[in-house]
């Protein structure tokens, strides 16, 4: 009786549920790991969650980080024109694009489409019962349904990462020629500054964000109750919560990579 009234207690409820939400990631993970390693996987389906995790957020992503170097070239061509250091323009917007700006936003391109996705499929799913219906069958629902995602996820984020980043610096070079800055000025600072270590430290974030948000959709989705509503609620956590798991992840792997580096 004493342990049911602790548990119910409304300030151990949140730590209850945090601990609940980080528990069924880890089982999904391990789980669809496990799939992995022994070659358990749908390549039909996994071709297919590539084109809805890729080709479906190329678009968006392309002109959205190509829109956000565009403006961080603005703003940074007219401050080093204005001191006479021009020729770091290219070297701080590449490196910008590379480590930061590039990766983060084509994640969250991505969480919000395709996460979103993966939360509102296997949440209708869920509350049709067409998972319980697969366990019927003897049908793993993380082999059938997750790990397909999962694949698709940390395949095609990296190459969305890096059309959306090379878009990225094209726009930042128009702009910074409107500023003063001469293309061959700013290639040429780019390729003496942004090494391939940059690019591939970029390149490296965005697998931990595939697998986030896989997981993170899936998971909303698995755990869908209420009919309709419901799936709208695990839509929208879905989007929230990789959005937040984005940003943490972005700034462990920096700091890890950073130190690492020393």
């Known amino acids: 009786m004493a342990l049911r009234r602790v548990a119910n207690s409304p300030l151990l409820t949140p730590v209850l549920d945090v601990c609940l939400f980080f528990g069924q990631i880890a089982t999904l993970l391990v789980d669809s790991l496990w799939?992995?390693?022994?070659?358990k996987i749908s390549v039909r389906a996994t071709i297919r969650q590539m084109g809805e995790v890729g080709v479906g957020s190329l678009l968006v992503a392309c002109i959205t980080v190509g829109f956000s170097g565009a403006v961080a070239a603005l703003y940074i061509a007219a401050q080093l024109v204005q001191y006479g250091q021009a020729s770091l323009a290219g070297g701080l917007v590449g490196k910008s694009l590379a480590l930061e700006v590039a990766p983060v936003i084509t994640a969250?391109?991505?969480s919000?489409?395709?996460?979103?996705?993966?939360?509102a499929e296997l949440g209708s799913m869920a509350v049709t019962e067409q998972v319980d219906a697969l366990k019927t069958m003897a049908v793993s629902p993380v082999q059938y349904l997750v790990v397909p995602r999962i694949l698709g996820?940390?395949?095609?984020i990296p190459i969305v990462t890096a059309l959306a980043n090379l878009v990225g610096l094209y726009g930042a070079s128009i702009t910074c020629e409107l500023g003063g800055v001469s293309p061959t000025l700013f290639w040429s600072s780019y390729q003496y500054w942004v090494t391939v270590p940059?690019?591939?430290q970029g390149l490296a974030k965005t697998l931990f964000f595939g697998l986030s948000i896989a997981l993170i959709g899936c998971r909303q989705g698995l755990t869908t109750s209420g009919g309709a509503q419901g799936v709208g609620r695990a839509t929208t956590s879905a989007v929230v919560f990789?959005?937040?798991?984005?940003?943490?992840?972005?700034f462990f792997v920096a700091f890890i990579m950073q130190d690492l580096q020393k």
Not at 35 to 39: D, L, P
Request: hydrophobic fraction near 60%; glycine fraction near 6%.
């Open 108 to 110: 969250i391109v991505v």
């Open 198 to 200: 940059d690019q591939m």
């Open 153 to 156: 996820a940390v395949i095609m």
């Open 112 to 119: 919000a489409r395709s996460g979103s996705a993966m939360a």
């Open 242 to 250: 990789c959005s937040m798991a984005i940003y943490v992840i972005d």
């Open 35 to 39: 799939f992995i390693v022994r070659g």
